[in-house]
């Protein structure tokens, strides 16, 4: 039977992918190396979807093994990758470990699929390629600014690669999604966000400070040029995203796509503040958050959503669940992983 690859399947948007493909009848083959996730994962999705993807712990930086892969698994014919190491901060620290990680991974990959006579593949990319933007919201053909981290710096050569590798093997077609910033968490708080030491990304830490795992959220920065201070950003809903995974497969699988490489935006179309996150948590918790204001953090841009116009009219997507939905179901499985439900 025809199956996807899922690589990084047991991570944050990976494992919500995964059920989205099940729910879809598709067979779904998972990889991850375990670095940032928990085999216990899997237990999470067969809960949802009955169903427990085969899964192979392999290091895709180890080429050999990425090789041995696709020899024991011949009926792949579309890859949905994930895996890469993501943490904009470590990634100015450790450049190394995420060239040689997320680049030596992707290129891995794209040669055993350009071995295949057909082979369909999405790129899991980043808003962060914009950088500052120009003009709001952002489109597809907003430039793409010099990364402002080695991280960010991977998805945009990341794309390039793919890019080049398009043009010259006949039977690959590829479409990069550009997210904005995923949160929340699948309804049944079955799977979710396991961020491992101290979240980085706002979502993770205001449930962790609601839990009582951090005594207080920092608020980086009320003095930006926004309606409250606070930075924007566009939160989309990580099952919202799944699902849009699922629809840029299938345009490929059935030949819908007009160009070989094809790249879309996946946001909501609308900025949150980090203050109306918090409001929209207060909202659907009913209780109060503990936090304070704090100084701008270093690289925060100051405002980024999207233009979904192209992922509405062109991919047949659009987002559907709001931000206290996405904020109601993060709360949710906060609660389950702290045993507060
Ligand atoms: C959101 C807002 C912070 C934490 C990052 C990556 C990006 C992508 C998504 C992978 C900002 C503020 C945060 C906190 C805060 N990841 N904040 N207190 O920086 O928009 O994007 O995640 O692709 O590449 O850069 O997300 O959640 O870190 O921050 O005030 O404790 O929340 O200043 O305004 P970001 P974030």
């Given at each position: 039977?025809?199956?996807?690859?899922?690589?990084?399947?047991?991570?944050?948007?990976?494992?919500?992918?995964?059920?989205?493909?099940?729910?879809?009848?598709?067979?779904?083959?998972?990889?991850?190396?375990?670095?940032?996730?928990?085999?216990?994962?899997?237990?999470?999705?067969?809960?949802?979807?009955?169903?427990?993807?085969?899964?192979?712990?392999?290091?895709?930086?180890?080429?050999?093994?990425?090789?041995?892969?696709?020899?024991?698994?011949?009926?792949?014919?579309?890859?949905?990758?994930?895996?890469?190491?993501?943490?904009?901060?470590?990634?100015?620290?450790?450049?190394?470990?995420?060239?040689?990680?997320?680049?030596?991974?992707?290129?891995?990959?794209?040669?055993?699929?350009?071995?295949?006579?057909?082979?369909?593949?999405?790129?899991?990319?980043?808003?962060?390629?914009?950088?500052?933007?120009?003009?709001?919201?952002?489109?597809?053909?907003?430039?793409?600014?010099?990364?402002?981290?080695?991280?960010?710096?991977?998805?945009?050569?990341?794309?390039?690669?793919?890019?080049?590798?398009?043009?010259?093997?006949?039977?690959?077609?590829?479409?990069?999604?550009?997210?904005?910033?995923?949160?929340?968490a699948h309804e049944s708080a079955?799977?979710?966000?396991?961020?491992?030491?101290?979240?980085?990304?706002?979502?993770?830490?205001?449930?962790?400070?609601?839990?009582?795992?951090?005594?207080?959220?920092?608020?980086?920065?009320?003095?930006?040029?926004?309606?409250?201070?606070?930075?924007?950003?566009?939160?989309?809903?990580?099952f919202?995203?799944?699902?849009?995974?699922?629809?840029?497969?299938?345009?490929?699988?059935?030949?819908?796509?007009?160009?070989?490489?094809?790249?879309?935006?996946?946001?909501?179309?609308?900025?949150?503040?980090?203050?109306?996150?918090?409001?929209?948590?207060?909202?659907?918790?009913?209780?109060?958050?503990?936090?304070?204001?704090?100084?701008?953090?270093?690289?925060?841009?100051?405002?980024?959503?999207?233009?979904?116009?192209?992922?509405?009219?062109?991919?047949?997507?659009?987002?559907?669940?709001?931000?206290?939905d996405?904020?109601a179901s993060?709360?949710k499985?906060?609660?389950?992983?702290?045993?507060?439900?």
């Amino acid at each position: 039977m025809k199956q996807i690859l899922v690589t990084g399947g047991l991570g944050f948007i990976g494992s919500h992918t995964v059920v989205a493909l099940q729910e879809k009848g598709y067979d779904v083959v998972i990889i991850d190396n375990l670095s940032n996730s928990s085999v216990d994962v899997l237990d999470g999705i067969a809960n949802i979807t009955g169903v427990r993807p085969a899964f192979e712990e392999l290091d895709l930086r180890n080429k050999a093994q990425v090789q041995e892969f696709f020899k024991k698994y011949t009926d792949i014919i579309g890859v949905i990758h994930f895996a890469a190491s993501k943490a904009v901060g470590e990634s100015v620290e450790k450049p190394l470990l995420y060239y040689e990680n997320n680049l030596g991974s992707l290129v891995y990959i794209l040669q055993e699929l350009s071995n295949k006579e057909e082979a369909n593949f999405i790129f899991s990319s980043s808003c962060t390629v914009y950088g500052e933007p120009d003009s709001l919201p952002i489109t597809e053909k907003a430039p793409v600014k010099k990364a402002e981290s080695p991280y960010g710096n991977t998805k945009q050569v990341g794309e390039e690669i793919i890019k080049d590798t398009c043009k010259v093997v006949d039977g690959l077609k590829a479409i990069a999604l550009r997210y904005f910033n995923p949160i929340g968490a699948h309804e049944s708080a079955e799977i979710g966000e396991l961020p491992l030491g101290v979240p980085q990304n706002l979502v993770p830490f205001l449930t962790q400070t609601a839990a009582g795992l951090r005594k207080e959220l920092a608020v980086f920065g009320d003095d930006y040029p926004t309606e409250d201070g606070t930075c924007v950003r566009d939160y989309i809903h990580v099952f919202d995203l799944a699902k849009a995974h699922v629809v840029a497969l299938e345009r490929l699988l059935n030949d819908k796509n007009e160009k070989n490489y094809e790249i879309f935006n996946l946001g909501t179309g609308k900025g949150s503040s980090v203050l109306e996150v918090i409001q929209s948590f207060e909202r659907v918790s009913g209780q109060k958050l503990n936090y304070r204001i704090a100084p701008r953090r270093e690289g925060d841009v100051i405002a980024v959503y999207a233009d979904t116009t192209r992922a509405n009219e062109v991919l047949g997507w659009k987002s559907e669940l709001s931000l206290d939905d996405a904020m109601a179901s993060a709360w949710k499985w906060e609660q389950k992983v702290r045993g507060l439900s």
